[in-house]
């Protein structure tokens, strides 16, 4: 009971940690909207112009780190935060009885709560396309069909330019993104909900001046902040698995670990025929169930990601008592189930090849090499093994 209250206590201050930054900016632009607004034109139009050349530059780097979950949430800022100031040039004041600020009001927190929720893909991919195809197809909509959105019953109630049953529903959308960072904290998860929170405030504050503008800008500054701190951490640590990077692993190795240590690189058998069996996107969570249950085991080790197939135990013990330990493991994984959440159950095998750390062999990346290349050999022939390299 101790151990988990020590949990949560960690997990609290790790939350307030990664909300500090994008907590900070948010509440930076709105003591600077309430103090000063409205802004001078030629002010204004500085921040629109800053917004844009960072949201361009921040969409040309998400594109090419072929990241999905803060790409489109981006593309999608952009594209209202121009369509508005479009409509505030063509309309004036008449902006917030026109249908397509309506329909932006009520259809954008759906977009980003699917775009929060959605599991982190590559963005290069056919659900790219499919998400953007989506989201093309929702403009057309709203262009060919946005005015039905007036039959909507008290819709001239509102909260300064936005109706109040849009305002709802932002509302009941953020507060789903809050709920899930309590339970699911990353620092990409929490940009996100911030730089919404700006977004939504900027479309209730469209019809003045630099509302829009200033909480535009918000949104970009924090967005982009929050998606080169994920960028750093994603450098050290593997989301899906929850274990530490391959640099990690490197960095510690000239530090942390002693004279003496081992290396051992394993992996899921007939992997492909497994990912068949179960779906290739359960088979991220089957690594973490396995690792779990590695980690029952008494001994002390440390999990790494080297690369997309392979993990890494690293033991502070000899090759001998290392393959005592690998033998443990392997014979008790090949003789476990494991069992989702849905109810399907699957049994795997795993091997692992074992380098230890020589004189001769003294350098870090070196002893994870040579593990890689002795696990590698080793399947060509056979399965559920473990072996050293000599």
């Not at 709105?30 to 050349?53: D, H, K, R």
């Not at 080297?306 to 993990?311: C, I, M, T, V």
């Not at 074992?354 to 696990?375: C, F, M, N, P, Q």
């Amino acid at each position: 009971m101790t151990h988990t209250f020590a949990d949560s206590i960690k997990y609290i201050c790790k939350t307030i940690k990664s909300s500090f930054l994008p907590a900070f900016l948010l509440l930076l632009t709105l003591v600077a909207f309430y103090a000063q607004n409205p802004f001078e034109f030629t002010l204004s139009q500085i921040f629109y112009g800053i917004f844009l050349t960072i949201s361009g530059i921040s969409l040309a780097f998400l594109y090419i780190t072929n990241q999905s979950k803060p790409f489109f949430s981006f593309l999608l800022g952009a594209i209202v935060f121009l369509s508005i100031n479009w409509l505030k040039k063509t309309y004036g004041q008449d902006l917030p009885m026109r249908y397509e600020y309506i329909c932006i009001c009520f259809v954008l927190p759906l977009n980003l709560l699917i775009f929060y929720l959605l599991p982190p893909c590559r963005l290069r991919s056919d659900y790219g396309k499919i998400v953007v195809i989506i989201m093309l197809a929702e403009m057309a909509l709203i262009q060919h069909f946005g005015m039905y959105v007036s039959l909507i019953p008290y819709l001239n109630v509102a909260w300064e330019a936005m109706p109040l049953w849009a305002v709802i529903v932002w509302l009941v959308c953020l507060s789903v993104l809050a709920i899930n960072i309590s339970f699911k904290n990353t620092v990409i998860n929490t940009g996100l909900f911030y730089a919404d929170c700006a977004m939504f405030i900027g479309l209730v504050y469209a019809s003045s001046s630099s509302g829009i503008s200033l909480f535009g800008l918000s949104f970009a500054v924090i967005l982009c902040l929050v998606t080169m701190l994920d960028l750093c951490y994603r450098y050290r640590h593997d989301y899906l698995e929850n274990v530490s990077s391959f640099n990690t692993y490197l960095s510690r190795a000239a530090t942390k670990f002693l004279f003496k240590y081992s290396v051992c690189v394993f992996c899921i058998d007939n992997r492909q025929k497994v990912i068949e069996q179960i779906g290739e996107k359960n088979i991220s969570v089957l690594e973490q169930m396995l690792i779990n249950k590695i980690s029952e085991f008494p001994y002390e080790t440390e999990f790494y990601r080297y690369n997309d197939k392979e993990l890494m135990m690293v033991f502070k013990e000899n090759a001998k008592h290392s393959q005592e330990y690998c033998e443990n493991i392997r014979r008790t994984i090949a003789a476990s189930e494991f069992v989702f959440k849905s109810g399907k159950t699957v049994k795997i095998t795993i091997s692992i090849c074992i380098s230890e750390k020589t004189r001769k062999y003294i350098d870090a990346l070196v002893v994870a090499e040579r593990g890689h290349s002795g696990l590698q050999k080793g399947q060509r022939f056979n399965s559920n093994i473990s072996t050293i390299v000599t």
